[in-house]
């Protein structure tokens, strides 16, 4: 079992940086692969970075922008997020799953409580 809790979400200006966090409990946290999401409201949830040890993927609308990034002695996964834009204004959540990441949000077993982000223009 892996308890995940997100943070670091607010409101900022388009243009402007946040930085998400996600801890998780338990001991074998780099074990899992780890994911962030994000759903905007009357949209699907969607993919934005994941994480392996040492391997990143990220969504093409957020490549550039956003850094996923992972401390296995924390126990905490990262999401970096500069040069804000309106539409990435959504909940974000991050996600846990054995074995290697994947773009699909079915296929993580493991949630968050979601974090708003809201950029204003």
């Known amino acids: 079992q892996v308890q995940l809790v997100e943070s670091g979400g607010g409101l900022v200006q388009a243009g402007g940086s946040l930085r998400l966090s996600c801890a998780a409990s338990?001991?074998?946290?780099?074990?899992?692969?780890m994911g962030w999401f994000r759903q905007a409201p009357g949209k699907e949830r969607e993919f934005v970075a994941a994480?392996?040890?040492?391997?990143?993927t990220y969504a093409g609308s957020v490549k550039g922008r956003f850094t996923i990034s992972r401390d296995n002695t924390k126990n905490t996964l990262y999401l970096q997020m500069d040069s804000l834009k309106p539409e990435d204004t959504a909940v974000y959540y991050c996600?846990?799953?054995?074995?290697?990441?994947?773009?699909?949000?079915?296929?993580?077993?493991?949630w968050g409580q979601g974090t708003q982000v809201t950029v204003s223009s």
């Open positions: 996600a846990a799953k054995t074995g290697w990441y994947t773009v699909y949000a079915n296929t993580y077993n493991y």
């Open positions: 338990g001991r074998t946290f780099n074990n899992y692969a």
């Open positions: 994480i392996t040890t040492g391997t990143t």
